[in-house]
């Protein structure tokens, strides 16, 4: 092969493009088929993409006319709110709540979690915002595979910049490439043998994803629930897609007659300690943030006391309760804020 | 932006499409993207670059005059002390410290915070040979410094070569505005970009975190292991720099530009001649002919070749980097150099010589000069001359059976296999090019995928870089 010789041009040309042409359409056939199905997630649904795939078990199995409460956050209401107990404690049937908390979820990704099922939830009536001052902080969210998952062209040229710019079109282009990581870690557990055993199909429960109940090593103490502060608070910046989010997430509930109720969950003394002494000022913008947006949208926010709740009893880690911390938390939840 | 990171991707992409319709303006265009691209990196110092480029280009415009030709030393000069002090500077003052005790700048001082740009090797090399053939009449110089800029700038050789010389790249952009490209250049482009990026990620880069373990073992390597750290290590810096001069030459054919050919399968060298023959070409060629021809090369008696050759070689070493370690590295070159010379008066014997000529010679000479010049690179990658002399103690001693059962001798095995492979992929590129197009194009398609995939498996982001850049 040489770029010099060219005695038959047209010809090489119709060679060329046949070979590239039937690239393209296979990859573009695994772009679609493959790529951009949420089911390839699903079988690895404990990672930050996978879980979609069970979330969408789970609601696929939920009658969406009957659901009138719903529960947007991240891990700690995925644990702390559990529709089943919410609906003892208040006296409904269960079916009534869905919980759509997401792992490791930012405001985007619950925001775009919602809207993924908004349309189908017609008989909602009320919404139960878990907020947290990791979930507005926009630091670093482009690296997100979460974003990546939802993220189209706009908003990916909201978090352009000069270091991300090549990953983000690219990725745009391409969720092969956009969610390399993810698949590839996939294709490591394949060999490792180390996939779940059971499929989503088999393991999705009732009302949204399963809560975690097992403690994480060293999760209850002080060093733990600093790295974790520092996690949450690392070069925090309360403007830009975040908070834009959850605006945005507010604006259609308001929008729809929805009753809003935003909470911030208990966390325990360790985790909060170490936030006070590390992040005052972070966090009290953080406060002052969500408290003007509730008021615009009329929205009641709370911020829950974790004085019925003791580290060792109650919490798996420094911010995340147990299966014994979820049931008096919900129980909570469901005699102050359920109708 | 190194070539194989998304960013990259993405600027050449925008790069093309106006370059391939606006032919006019294809210089200006390169002008200003290899500005941006060397501005793009953290340490692309582009007011030094651009200062030393322009004072370059004045300068040999200035000797070109009548009573002005002396300017050419002060060019020589300028360009080596640029060079020397910022890759030379901490190694001297270290150096200095050590022999005399003598501590001539301050541990927080500016001499100690000095930063290497990128690419400054490369370039400079460039401004000095551009000088040297200018002055010798081997180049004419142009008159355009948008056109000389883009000769030093142009991004696919910049900060790690191949180093390019006015006289190849000067003719190639003045007839740039016309110049066709065609679907088979971008194609021919594409594949050797898309080679590059196979031994950088799949082979290179899956290779650094072994190397990096047996190095970092230090002196509790074995001699066995010591092979393995030097036989990885080899296959690594070849598929890493190697993979450079693919991308670059794929990306220069796209943009219509041919540049050097930087590596011809070292591994299968019998000689250290030929292996410098094979090995960083452009880079052994500048040394040869503005080092060691400059000295005298084989003119001035036995003696003085040899001497030459240790100079030059010790030069090379040198220009790797600032550490005693590559001085070394340089001088063992020079020493086999030196004895290969002196071992080719044995062809007076014509049995000798006539052995030499065999097959099965050439294979012997093949794998013994192969676990030479990778016994080389122990002090090319050693952290100290100390720790590549344990490391080649230890590898004296190692017993081949331990070598050989080793768990990376089948990996070392498959990198010489693939070496091999490689050279015979381009020793027969325009068959195997037409034998591939009688393949049934859905088979091909599949090939381009699973390639496209592969690479995006391996194309984990997050650390995108080559070790030629640190030079």
């Given at each position: 092969m040489n770029s010099s010789t060219s005695n038959s041009r047209s010809f090489r040309v119709r060679q060329w493009s046949w070979g590239l042409i039937g690239f393209l359409v296979l990859f573009a056939a695994l772009e679609i088929a493959v790529f951009r199905n949420p089911d390839l997630y699903g079988i690895e649904y404990r990672s930050a993409v996978g879980q979609f795939a069970e979330l969408d078990q789970s609601f696929r199995h939920a009658?969406?006319?009957?659901?009138?409460t719903i529960i947007l956050g991240d891990s700690q209401s995925k644990d702390a709110l559990r529709p089943n107990l919410l609906a003892e404690a208040a006296g409904r049937d269960a079916d009534s709540i869905f919980n759509f908390s997401i792992s490791g979820g930012k405001a985007y990704d619950i925001y775009r979690t919602y809207m993924q099922y908004a349309d189908r939830l017609t008989g909602l009536k009320e919404a139960i915002i878990v907020v947290n001052e990791h979930q507005i902080n926009t630091y670093n969210v482009a690296n997100d595979m979460k974003f990546r998952y939802f993220a189209g062209l706009r908003d990916r040229l909201r978090v352009l910049d000069a270091e991300n710019y090549g990953e983000l079109t690219l990725g745009w282009l391409s969720k092969a490439f956009d969610l390399r990581s993810v698949w590839s870690k996939m294709i490591q557990s394949y060999f490792k043998n180390t996939l779940p055993k059971r499929p989503v199909t088999e393991v999705w429960q009732p009302g949204g994803l399963r809560a975690e109940t097992q403690n994480e090593p060293e999760g209850l103490t002080a060093a733990y629930a600093e790295a974790r502060a520092d996690g949450w608070f690392?070069?925090?910046?309360?403007?830009?897609l975040q908070v834009e989010s959850l605006e945005a997430l507010l604006d259609d509930l308001h929008d729809r007659g929805v009753r809003i109720v935003i909470l911030q969950i208990p966390r325990s003394d360790l985790f909060e300690e170490a936030v006070i002494r590390k992040y005052p000022a972070e966090q009290q913008a953080y406060l002052d943030k969500i408290r003007s947006l509730a008021q615009q949208y009329g929205a009641e926010f709370a911020v829950m006391p974790n004085d019925s709740l003791s580290l060792k009893e109650?919490?798996?880690?420094?911010?995340h309760v147990n299966p014994a911390g979820a049931a008096i938390v919900s129980r909570e939840v469901a005699r102050q804020w359920l109708s | 932006m190194f070539f194989y990171s998304p960013n990259f991707i993405v600027f050449f992409l925008i790069l093309l499409v106006p370059y391939l319709l606006l032919k006019k303006q294809r210089l200006w265009l390169l002008a200003a993207a290899n500005a941006l691209f060397y501005a793009a990196?953290?340490?692309?110092y582009l007011v030094l670059f651009g200062v030393m480029a322009a004072v370059t280009f004045g300068l040999v415009h200035l000797m070109t005059l009548p009573r002005w030709r002396w300017v050419f030393w002060i060019g020589i000069v300028l360009n080596v002390l640029n060079l020397a002090f910022f890759k030379y500077t901490l190694f001297l003052l270290d150096n200095l410290k050590l022999w005399t005790g003598f501590q001539l700048a301050a541990a927080s001082s500016l001499a100690e915070s000095i930063v290497l740009p990128l690419g400054i090797s490369f370039y400079t090399f460039e401004f000095i040979s551009y000088l040297i053939d200018v002055r010798r009449g081997d180049s004419k110089p142009t008159r355009s410094f948008v056109k000389f800029w883009v000769f030093v700038?142009?991004?696919?050789?910049?900060?790690?070569?191949?180093?390019?010389?006015g006289e190849e790249l000067i003719p190639q952009l003045d007839k740039l505005a016309d110049k066709r490209i065609t679907w088979n250049d971008i194609r021919y482009g594409v594949y050797l970009f898309a080679i590059g990026m196979i031994k950088k990620v799949i082979i290179a880069d899956q290779l650094s975190p072994i190397v990096k373990e047996l190095f970092d073992k230090g002196s509790a390597l074995t001699g066995t292991e010591s092979w393995m750290a030097a036989y990885t290590f080899s296959f690594y810096i070849y598929n890493d720099f190697s993979a450079y001069t693919d991308m670059a030459i794929g990306l220069g054919i796209m943009m219509g530009v041919r540049f050097a050919d930087n590596f011809k399968s070292p591994y299968l060298s019998g000689s250290p001649t030929e292996f410098w023959r094979r090995w960083h070409i452009t880079l052994s060629r500048w040394i040869r002919d503005y080092i060691y021809i400059g000295l005298g090369g084989n003119r001035k008696g036995t003696l003085r070749l040899y001497f030459n050759l240790m100079i030059a070689m010790l030069i090379s070493g040198l220009w790797h980097g600032a550490m005693w370690t590559f001085v070394v590295w340089g001088g063992v070159h020079g020493l086999l150099q030196v004895i290969h010379r002196l071992s080719l008066?044995?062809?007076?014997?014509r049995w000798i010589a006539a052995i030499r000529e065999h097959g099965i010679y050439r294979i012997i000479t093949i794998v013994v000069f192969f676990h030479i010049v990778t016994w080389t690179w122990v002090f090319f990658h050693a952290p100290s001359i100390d720790m590549a002399l344990v490391m080649t103690w230890k590898m004296m001693h190692a017993h081949p059976d331990n070598i050989v059962s080793h768990p990376l001798f089948p990996l070392v095995a498959c990198l010489f296999a693939i070496h091999v492979l490689e050279f015979l992929l381009r020793k027969y590129e325009g068959q195997i090019g037409r034998a591939w197009r009688r393949v049934p194009f859905p088979l091909r398609s599949a090939v381009y995928l699973i390639v496209t995939l592969s690479l995006i498996y391996y194309l984990q982001g997050g650390k995108y870089e080559f070790i030629y850049f640190q030079f």
């Open positions: 009658d969406a006319r009957r659901i009138t690392a070069q925090y910046n309360l403007t830009g109650h919490f798996r880690d420094a911010n | 990196h953290p340490e692309g700038s142009m991004f696919p050789h910049l900060i790690a070569g191949p180093i390019m010389r008066s044995l062809n007076r014997w």
